[in-house]
């Protein structure tokens, strides 16, 4: 199959966009420049792909078909050695005794005063050998500095591994088509290792996206290119388009995203994520006696869903947006934008608890002018997560 674009002109491309080599491109940076991807941005210190022409046919082409994403950007912490498990323990307040093998967790990390240092995704690849798949901030670092005052026979580094998400309906046949009929009955936050012609993959029923959906993990960048041609060659005919990881669907889906919707500064209870804290486990984390204390005392900030009035928002928020109730400040907008699907401006946000009740009606300063906004369900679509568990 005819790759679009050429080498000389795809080179070009990059150099207008680049930031400097204290960025580092993905294995897929190049194809997905050849596929049409026409601005980047940075993540975890890498590029990544956030613009394919047209947000609003990205979310169409993964809700109703399926859609490539480069998402490198999401790196892995691996942690080896005989206390790999305790270690893995130590940093996560979710208990993982029962975690098995090819199995896949979300986690929290925070710090000594219960700030979200991230939210990653767990794989046990053996009972020596983990990888946190993390969101937007140094975890690598945080996590050497722990392993060195554990005092734990653990080994901590970011391996040569680059996931790429396809997502989207279409996504079980396209990945079988690719990589074989054994991956169809693949169970949700499940993982398998496959060979592709001599190239070792990770292949996960995981994804950012709220769809049916998978993540390939490339042990191999030298291979990157490759495998994203193989995708598209085979995925094209079964409606598979390159995309980038919509925020229309993940605020549909209320999926939070680090930098934007939480940092140090939350705490998981005021995120509404207690499943994720085990405090009652026999085994330490970091954090514990302080997420002890907020439990006890109780928060007093919530996050929760907005349906904002007005004409349709143009593009996502650049801001935090103040929220009033009456003349009072009662909380800021971490994430909004319109779904063309539900005719709605739909937003997250973190609200004082007195404001968050269902139903409560609030004011936002948006970029644009004051807008009426209502304390609305989330996820906003799909509320039990039904697409991308049970699909």
Not at 58 to 64: A, E, K, Q, S
């Amino acid at each position: 199959m005819d790759q679009p674009g050429a080498t000389a002109e795809n080179n070009k491309s990059f150099a207008s966009l680049s930031f400097g080599t204290q960025v580092r491109k993905s294995p897929y940076t190049d194809a997905a420049l050849r596929w049409g991807a026409t601005g980047l941005s940075v993540y975890n210190h890498m590029y990544i792909p956030r613009d394919f022409g047209d947000q609003t046919q990205n979310f169409w082409n993964l809700v109703n078909e399926a859609i490539l994403c480069d998402v490198a950007v999401e790196r892995q912490v691996e942690i080896t050695g005989p206390d790999a498990a305790a270690f893995t323990q130590l940093l996560c307040p979710r208990d993982l005794s029962t975690c098995e093998v090819g199995q896949c967790k979300y986690v929290i990390l925070v710090d000594n005063d219960g700030g979200v240092i991230n939210d990653p995704i767990l794989l046990k690849l053996a009972s020596d050998h983990f990888w946190l798949s993390i969101a937007d901030s140094d975890v690598i670092l945080w996590a050497k500095g722990v392993a060195v005052n554990s005092g734990m026979d653990v080994t901590v580094r970011e391996p040569d591994v680059s996931p790429l998400q396809l997502q989207g309906p279409n996504s079980r046949d396209i990945v079988c088509a690719a990589f074989g009929e054994h991956l169809r009955d693949l169970r949700y936050y499940r993982f398998v290792e496959h060979d592709w012609d001599g190239v070792p993959l990770v292949i996960s029923r995981t994804g950012w996206s709220s769809e049916l959906g998978y993540e390939i993990f490339l042990r191999d960048g030298s291979a990157g290119d490759r495998l994203w041609e193989h995708l598209m060659a085979v995925g094209q005919p079964m409606g598979l388009h390159p995309g980038h990881t919509s925020s229309i669907r993940r605020i549909e889906g209320a999926m939070l995203s680090y930098q934007a919707d939480m940092d140090l500064t939350v705490n998981p209870f005021e995120l509404g994520m207690d499943r994720l804290i085990d405090l009652d486990i026999d085994a330490d984390f970091v954090g514990k006696a302080a997420l002890t204390r907020i439990r006890d005392a109780g928060v007093s900030r919530n996050f929760v869903g907005l349906v904002l009035d007005g004409d349709p928002l143009e593009g996502s928020n650049a801001e935090n947006w103040a929220i009033r109730h009456g003349d009072n400040q009662v909380g800021f907008v971490t994430s909004a934008i319109y779904s063309p699907r539900l005719d709605q401006n739909i937003a997250l946000a973190i609200v004082e608890s007195e404001a968050a009740e269902l139903g409560t009606v609030l004011e936002v300063d948006a970029v644009d002018g004051t807008r009426t906004a209502t304390v609305s369900p989330k996820p906003f679509f799909d509320p039990k997560k039904q697409l991308a568990a049970t699909s």
